[in-house]
């Protein structure tokens, strides 16, 4: 159980487009999802957090605009990296939290998602 | 500002030599201290829960402890397989949802 299931898995784009990244709980019902960027060899920086149904709450440094955050059902979430640039290269991963089995405490992790910008 | 140090940034093992990755925090009020693995290019897999001083969980070959300032991830005999990046995480109780995560510690053990 606590599948969570992120794609594409890899992207690249030109510069001045839009990616979506999809994120999605399998077998349980994410009532919170976030939104983490990693850099090569450094920990996860969470960007934004978004509860079902209600905009996402942003981090501070993160732009609203450039990073949209769609939270329309208890099972998916949706990254929109728009007018991508070069500096925007870098791997994105997901968490859900949900209930599961009584658990509500874990967050539960996607893959991954490789975004690398021409 | 919670926060979160692990130590060593990277440690190197022979295949069965044991040892222990430090996570220190400080936080108003803990409301849950977590561990993860992450395998290059993959997200972080979920390992422990720890929410209390005193508690300690085991996996194989993973025993996570916590005291009111650190946690420990001791590794038991480890094995080339073990290789990975382990990361430590706070849930305060005034932020919410909000996980802090450390720098995270990187592992090597070598046959």
């Known amino acids: 159980g606590a599948v969570v299931s992120q794609h594409p898995s890899w992207v690249i784009c030109k510069s001045g487009t839009s990616v979506k990244i999809e994120c999605r709980s399998l077998?349980?019902?994410?009532?919170?999802m976030f939104w983490y960027r990693q850099f090569p060899k450094q920990s996860l920086m969470l960007m934004a957090t978004?509860?079902?149904?209600?905009?996402?709450?942003?981090e501070q440094g993160v732009e609203k605009d450039k990073f949209l955050i769609n939270h329309a059902s208890l099972t998916l979430s949706t990254l929109t990296v728009t007018s991508a640039h070069p500096e925007d290269s870098s791997f994105y991963i997901c968490?859900?939290?949900?209930?599961?089995?009584?658990?509500?405490?874990?967050?539960?992790f996607g893959p991954g998602t490789r975004l690398t910008v021409t | 500002e919670d926060q979160v140090t692990q130590s060593p940034e990277a440690l190197r093992l022979q295949e069965g030599e044991s040892s222990s990755l430090n996570c220190s925090y400080t936080?108003?009020?803990?409301?849950?201290l977590f561990w993860y693995r992450q395998d290059p290019g993959k997200g972080p897999e979920f390992l422990f829960t720890?929410?209390?001083a005193g508690e300690e969980k085991e996996k194989e070959r993973l025993k996570a402890t916590l005291t009111k300032k650190e946690s420990f991830l001791h590794i038991t005999a480890p094995k080339p397989e073990d290789s990975a990046t382990y990361l430590c995480?706070?849930?305060?109780?005034?932020?919410?949802?909000?996980?802090?995560f450390g720098g995270g510690t990187r592992l090597m053990v070598k046959p």
């Open positions: 720890l929410y209390s």
């Open positions: 978004s509860n079902e149904g209600s905009k996402a709450t942003y």
């Open positions: 077998d349980f019902q994410a009532t919170t």
């Open positions: 968490s859900a939290r949900g209930i599961l089995a009584g658990v509500v405490d874990e967050q539960y």
């Open positions: 936080v108003s009020g803990l409301r849950g």
């Open positions: 995480a706070v849930r305060d109780n005034n932020a919410g949802n909000m996980l802090t």
